[in-house]
């Protein structure tokens, strides 16, 4: 299963833009870069997901470099509300493999 | 409901006491996991069922815990005999099983067990 890895905490001010970036050294050939938002007692959602190159869409961005063992999720413009936890998961669900989360970033933006 | 639903929302309950935490999917998921977050930490991977494939039951912390999912559905988590470092929130997810469709878990909103 592949392991990821991403720092503990951030720290951002309202208005700039936040890479987060999470490493999978032994991702698979299959397998899926998701990643998930968390705020407090909420379970987590889904933000963005990609496989390969740049996925974007109305929340953040996603950048896969080519080898694929590592990736970038980009916040644009941060506010308050993006203060959360964000995970990266590596795998794909729904039959082929549990998906474990790592620890997560904590994401704290200041006014 | 269009969600995942999980319930009871919170349990309080006396160190010993056995507990069920009941978790019921998005309609058409085939896929369900069971996950523990404590106080600050990350997820931690419980179960997971996928169809009527025995469950990978590789994350259960002890013998204490077990978990069914009837009939496809719903899913029951019990914790017997439950123990003080046992209180945590229980996340259940959902994913949909398609060919071309990547996983995206659909979680509830959590069942909060406090163990006395």
């Known amino acids: 299963l592949a392991k990821t890895t991403q720092p503990i905490s951030m720290d951002s001010y309202e208005g700039q833009e936040v890479n987060i970036t999470c490493s999978h050294n032994?991702?698979?050939?299959?397998?899926?870069i998701t990643w998930y938002q968390q705020f407090p007692s909420q379970g987590p959602r889904f933000i963005i997901q990609?496989?390969?190159t740049k996925v974007t869409n109305e929340v953040a961005s996603l950048f896969i470099p080519a080898d694929r063992k590592s990736s970038t999720l980009s916040l644009p413009r941060v506010s308050l509300s993006d203060t959360a936890v964000y995970y990266c998961?590596?795998?794909?669900?729904?039959?082929?493999?549990?998906?474990?989360f790592g620890a997560g970033t904590r994401l704290a933006v200041h006014p | 409901g269009a969600g995942v639903s999980q319930s009871p929302s919170n349990k309080v309950t006396e160190k010993g006491k056995d507990v069920e935490l009941r978790c019921d999917p998005i309609?058409?998921?085939?896929?369900l996991y069971w996950y523990r977050q404590s106080l600050g930490q990350g997820l931690e991977f419980l179960i997971y069922?996928?169809?009527?494939?025995?469950?990978?039951k590789s994350g259960l912390p002890s013998d204490r815990f077990s978990a069914e999912r009837t009939g496809g559905s719903v899913s029951t988590l019990t914790i017997q005999r439950t123990q003080q470092e046992d209180s945590a929130v229980y996340l259940c997810?959902?994913?949909?099983?398609?060919?071309?469709?990547?996983?995206?878990?659909?979680f509830g909103e959590g069942s909060r067990l406090t163990v006395l």
């Open positions: 990609g496989y390969k």
């Open positions: 998961l590596v795998g794909v669900s729904g039959g082929y493999n549990k998906l474990i």
């Open positions: 309609s058409g998921h085939t896929a």
């Open positions: 069922f996928q169809g009527n494939s025995a469950p990978d």
């Open positions: 032994n991702i698979a050939t299959n397998d899926y």
């Open positions: 997810a959902s994913s949909l099983l398609a060919g071309a469709n990547t996983g995206e878990l659909f």
